[in-house]
């Protein structure tokens, strides 16, 4: 065997929507990126189809959610066990709906931003080491039966359930699997669902039903009642008997192209974070698809690492910064985790006692309007906040809504119109300061933010200042603060000015 050598920035093991995206964000940051993918080709084996307003609102952010749209279809509420109807239409979002796309649509926007902007991506590259240093990261690849090592200064493993980036850290994963012989198939149908998203269940199993777009549909279905080792196919009378007896009507399933079994856990590493390296998406946390959480969280794991990532690489960033990835990302796991579980738990309910639960929490939600809200945030997303200091203003750690601004600059000379809103003004990865005055504080870090005032100088935000981060977060925020006040926090957050 021969042996090759590469040095990077970062390097991101595994190419799926949370790689990708981290990818995109570090190399449009100008931080040189590798993403080691184990697949030869790019797989078209769909298991999530939901994206949720934040993800979207951080699609946006990177100047892709409406092309994302336009693959897809919005809607705006989602029946579950047949009688539970979850409303995102009053969702507080420029997307009050959630989109319904295969997973690899998204995959392909996430990819082409990444390669544009610089990032190498490299298909056939199985990681079979690693180790690291106070200096780096050492990864070990087999491609083409050569050896190739990658040298970088960070790592993060984004390589699914089955992570070996995890397994070389020796990491542990605990948790349990919720339901095994999960049946997967491709399938056409003769009689259209009058739902988009298809959600029904009974004492002896599941059933989700979903379409591509192109005439098929995927169906994920389970049955109490029979098991069979992952990676055997169902037969489609086995997937129909399941859907009758889950949604009350077969559809007339007929010509699958694809099918499959599967099993579900619910997972999550302790630690984030070991060293230099990094664990994202299901690599760090997995859970049952109820609530189509999966590659949405994984999503905003990687859009909250990826500013902090490249602020440690240019130096403007101390070791205390990227810690904050554990201690915001790993309690909205776990949080997942529970909302999801109580789904699905609730979905295969065996009881009388529990499935009349079922259907008394679903009569509750339809008649209350506090908790379908409190349900829509947080399936969407919408609802998440961060930690923050005791004594910090009540908006530090939440998410910012798409306040509409002004005085912002157009991105480049010649270039489109300067952005009004901020979603627009985040596609630049930078912070944003918003302020009705004293703007001219930040121009020594004029590298690291964009300054704006909030277009209505007389609405909620005329005596605020906020400090808004790269993924949509408020920083810092204070009514009137003095300019000592301001410095002080700009310098917390983004380091040291240039020069």
């Known amino acids: 065997m021969t042996e090759k050598q590469t040095v990077t920035d970062v390097l991101i093991v595994g190419a799926g929507p949370t790689g990708l995206l981290l990818a995109g964000d570090l190399a449009t940051a100008g931080i040189k990126v590798t993403v080691l993918e184990r697949r030869s080709t790019e797989s078209n084996l769909t298991r999530a189809f939901a994206v949720h307003a934040r993800t979207l609102e951080l699609l946006d952010a990177r100047g892709l959610a409406d092309d994302l749209i336009a693959t897809g279809r919005p809607l705006t509420s989602l029946k579950i066990f047949n009688k539970f109807r979850v409303d995102l239409g009053e969702l507080p979002s420029r997307f009050p709906f959630v989109l319904i796309t295969p997973q690899y649509r998204t995959e392909q926007l996430l990819h082409d931003r990444a390669v544009k902007a610089g990032a190498t991506v490299l298909r056939g590259a199985e990681v079979v080491g690693l180790r690291q240093d106070a200096e780096g990261v050492t990864v070990e690849t087999l491609e083409n039966g050569a050896v190739t090592t990658h040298r970088a200064r960070y790592a993060v493993g984004a390589d699914g359930v089955h992570s070996t980036v995890r397994d070389l850290l020796g990491i542990p994963f605990p948790g349990e699997s919720v339901v095994n012989s999960v049946l997967l198939a491709d399938v056409r149908l003769e009689r259209e669902p009058d739902e988009a998203v298809t959600v029904g269940a009974n004492e002896h199993g599941f059933a989700f039903l979903v379409p591509f777009g192109d005439g098929w549909y995927r169906i994920i279905a389970w049955d109490r009642t029979e098991e069979h080792p992952d990676g055997t196919p169902p037969s489609l009378d086995r997937i129909a008997a399941v859907a009758l007896g889950a949604f009350g ?208 100088p007389h609405g909620k935000l005329r005596d605020t200042v906020l400090l808004i981060r790269p993924d949509g977060y408020t920083a810092w925020a204070s009514v009137d603060p003095g300019l000592g006040e301001l410095r002080a926090a700009l310098t917390d957050w983004l380091g040291t000015p240039a020069g």
């Open 249 to 456: 009507e077969d559809y007339g399933l007929h010509d699958a192209r694809w099918s499959s079994t599967f099993h579900s856990d619910e997972r999550q590493v302790p630690n984030y974070r070991s060293g230099r390296v990094f664990l994202a998406g299901d690599a760090a946390h997995c859970h049952s698809p109820a609530g189509g959480q999966g590659m949405n969280t994984g999503i905003q794991d990687a859009a909250n690492l990826s500013w902090k990532l490249a602020a440690a690489v240019r130096g403007q960033a101390t070791d205390a910064l990227l810690d904050t990835y554990q201690t915001e990302r790993h309690p909205v796991g776990k949080a997942v985790l529970r909302t999801s579980g109580a789904l699905i738990r609730l979905a295969l309910a065996q009881s009388a006692a529990t499935r009349a639960l079922r259907g008394a929490l679903a009569s509750l939600a339809d008649h209350l309007d506090v908790v379908a809200e409190r349900g829509a945030r947080t399936v969407s997303g919408i609802g998440i906040a961060y930690p923050a200091p005791k004594d910090a203003h009540p908006l530090v750690g939440k998410r910012v809504p798409d306040l509409r601004l002004t005085g912002l600059e157009p991105p480049r000379e010649g270039g489109p119109a300067a952005p009004d809103r901020l979603y627009e003004a985040l596609r630049a990865g930078k912070f944003v300061l918003v302020s009705n005055d004293e703007l001219s504080v930040a121009e020594p870090w004029a590298d690291r933010v964009i300054t704006a005032a909030p277009a209505d």
